[in-house]
């Protein structure tokens, strides 16, 4: 089993002193989804484009995926994404091709279903001539709690139907969390959140240099269940938040950076100057030397 995360930081004050850090470094990096509403002019076309990016992003690397969200943007913009008629699954299709150059990416066949199904998703709540008012789409997530959401999400393709429903809790958090790495907008107030994303970057540190390592008394985070690494990184997040008086959606945020795939080898290399500047170069086995 795992040691606890009171257990970790305790055997482990530099470490997690260091890996607050990388956090605080880390918060006000913007993922490929929310980057993609830079070039929104209205705000429900940025929420549009967060739900859509929530939904297709699936194995594939941030920078690829970066270039899929600024293809489609480019070829649908404004309203396009919602308004009727809907563009053709070839149209769609073609942004996808244009950027892997190649058909066999795990969504490609389901790019199209998932782009209408946000479609219809944004004119059932607030967007298009049908609703009065330019952002009525905020009146929607301001009328309903994130468990509220988390349940409406369901009927976008792909974004999952049975719990934890990772897409459906990494999108609310995106709605609601502050500028720049979310777009700040407001739901119904409630003690019940979402879990907190748990992503790749999380899992590797987690497994690597986290509690769950065998250098820390742990037999390994694949042999626990899901709802115990679930329970392992809601809580280490929230350790992590309060040492850089954050909130715990932006130590998930930061994690999902370590060692995961840039252009150029891991974007937290790029970011610290070839590890030069990582908090966490003195710990992490994959650092480069000094």
Same mark, same amino acid.
């Given at each position: 089993?795992?040691?606890?995360?009171?257990?970790?930081?305790?055997?482990?004050?530099?470490?997690?002193?260091?890996?607050?850090?990388?956090?605080?470094?880390?918060?006000?990096?913007?993922?490929?989804?929310?980057?993609?509403?830079?070039?929104?002019?209205?705000?429900?076309?940025?929420?549009?484009?967060?739900?859509?990016?929530?939904?297709?992003?699936? /194995?594939?690397?941030?920078?690829?995926?970066?270039?899929?969200?600024?293809?489609?943007?480019?070829?649908?913009?404004?309203?396009?994404?919602?308004?009727?008629?809907?563009?053709?699954?070839?149209?769609?299709?073609?942004?996808?091709?244009?950027?892997?150059?190649?058909?066999?990416?795990?969504?490609?066949?389901?790019?199209?279903?998932?782009?209408?199904?946000?479609?219809?998703?944004?004119?059932?709540?607030?967007?298009?001539?049908?609703?009065?008012?330019? /952002?009525?789409?905020?009146?929607?997530?301001?009328?309903?709690?994130?468990?509220?959401?988390?349940?409406?999400?369901?009927?976008?393709?792909?974004?999952?139907?049975? /719990?934890?429903?990772?897409?459906?809790?990494?999108?609310?958090?995106?709605?609601?969390?502050?500028?720049?790495?979310?777009?700040?907008?407001?739901?119904?107030?409630?003690?019940?959140?979402?879990?907190?994303?748990?992503?790749?970057?999380?899992?590797?540190?987690?497994?690597?240099?986290?509690?769950?390592?065998?250098? /820390?008394?742990?037999?390994?985070?694949?042999?626990?269940?899901?709802?115990?690494?679930?329970?392992?990184?809601?809580?280490?997040?929230?350790?992590?938040?309060?040492?850089?008086?954050?909130?715990?959606?932006?130590?998930?945020?930061?994690?999902?950076?370590?060692?995961?795939?840039?252009?150029?080898?891991?974007?937290?290399?790029?970011?610290?100057?070839?590890?030069?500047?990582?908090?966490?170069?003195?710990?992490?086995?994959?650092?480069?030397?000094?």
């Amino acid at each position: 089993m795992a040691v606890s995360i009171g257990k970790f930081i305790q055997d482990n004050p530099a470490l997690f002193k260091a890996t607050a850090g990388f956090v605080a470094l880390f918060r006000d990096l913007q993922d490929p989804v929310v980057a993609v509403t830079r070039h929104c002019k209205t705000i429900e076309e940025k929420v549009g484009w967060v739900l859509l990016g929530t939904a297709l992003f699936q /194995n594939c690397s941030n920078p690829e995926f970066a270039n899929l969200m600024r293809a489609l943007h480019e070829r649908f913009p404004g309203d396009a994404l919602w308004k009727l008629p809907v563009p053709k699954e070839e149209e769609i299709n073609n942004c996808e091709e244009s950027v892997f150059h190649t058909r066999s990416w795990e969504l490609f066949d389901h790019a199209a279903g998932i782009f209408w199904s946000v479609g219809a998703f944004m004119r059932n709540h607030g967007a298009g001539p049908d609703h009065k008012g330019n /952002n009525s789409i905020t009146d929607y997530v301001a009328s309903r709690t994130p468990e509220e959401l988390w349940r409406d999400l369901g009927e976008i393709y792909f974004m999952g139907k049975s /719990n934890p429903r990772p897409k459906a809790c990494a999108a609310i958090y995106r709605l609601i969390t502050e500028e720049p790495v979310g777009l700040g907008l407001r739901c119904k107030p409630t003690s019940k959140m979402p879990h907190l994303p748990l992503t790749m970057g999380a899992r590797r540190y987690i497994s690597i240099l986290g509690p769950a390592s065998s250098e /820390n008394g742990g037999d390994g985070f694949a042999n626990m269940t899901p709802k115990e690494k679930q329970v392992m990184a809601n809580q280490l997040f929230v350790a992590l938040a309060k040492e850089i008086q954050a909130s715990p959606y932006l130590s998930s945020h930061s994690m999902q950076y370590f060692l995961e795939n840039g252009k150029d080898g891991f974007i937290c290399r790029q970011v610290t100057d070839h590890c030069k500047k990582c908090p966490l170069h003195e710990f992490c086995n994959y650092a480069e030397k000094k």
